[in-house]
């Protein structure tokens, strides 16, 4: 089944302690990125990938990290997380070209107290 | 002002209803466009693609106007499984740079 997997679905952690978020793909999309999305605020994008090694800041890339090593996986790193980084996180992808929209998983739910 | 806006709704229609969201952009170089569709917190699902000439889907219609910089959905007859969230996306010229609008809430009443 082609899909976009995240994980962990859920994840509630301290200020402070490094976290990684995994999202794989199977469909061997080029374009990968990263929303969060925030009540009142709408989803916004964090990071996103054109290829293997080529990344860019989205809006909102503060307090993130990523990396694109691998065409399918296009992890998201937490340094050091903070409560303002409490969201739902979403990853996604998407062939080339500019009529596809993206691929969403479904979802990674993180609180940081 | 947002690069996307769109009428939060929430818009409350009977079933059987016509209805029509629409969603304004700020960047003239935007290339592509998108409604989405999002159900309670679950993830965004691709509703359609927007494309110049319009387009039909069923009982789903979207148009683009350029000059005027909005995007529009039209849902006919509407049924109860219509209520979601619907998002507009517009893509830059930057290859993979998405930008959603914050969502217009639709419910579908018997």
């Known amino acids: 089944e082609a899909q976009v997997t995240q994980n962990p679905r859920y994840l509630i952690t301290v200020t402070g302690k490094k976290l990684t978020v995994t999202c794989s793909q199977n469909m061997n999309h080029e374009y990968m990125s990263w929303y969060r999305q925030d009540p009142g605020l709408g989803l916004r994008q964090i990071y996103y990938s054109m290829n293997v090694e080529v990344t860019d800041k989205g809006d909102v890339p503060e307090g993130y990290k990523v990396s694109r090593k691998e065409k399918r996986n296009f992890p998201l790193i937490l340094e050091s997380p903070s409560p303002n980084q409490t969201s739902l996180y979403f990853c996604a992808s998407s062939p080339l070209g500019r009529n596809y929209g993206y691929t969403f998983g479904s979802g990674t739910r993180l609180t940081v107290v | 002002r947002k690069e996307v806006e769109q009428d939060p709704g929430p818009f409350n229609v009977p079933e059987g209803a016509t209805v029509a969201f629409n969603c304004t952009y700020s960047n003239s170089a935007s290339q592509s466009f998108f409604w989405y569709r999002q159900d309670c917190r679950k993830e965004p699902k691709l509703l359609m693609s927007v494309y110049s000439s319009g387009n039909e889907d069923g009982r789903f219609t979207a148009q683009l106007n350029r000059a005027s910089q909005y995007i529009s959905l039209l849902i ?22 998405s930008t959603f609008g914050d969502g217009t809430t639709l419910t579908v009443k018997p």
């Open chain 2, 76 to 97: 006919r007859d509407s049924k109860l499984s219509d209520s979601a969230t619907y998002l507009c996306v517009v893509n830059g010229n930057r290859a993979g740079k």
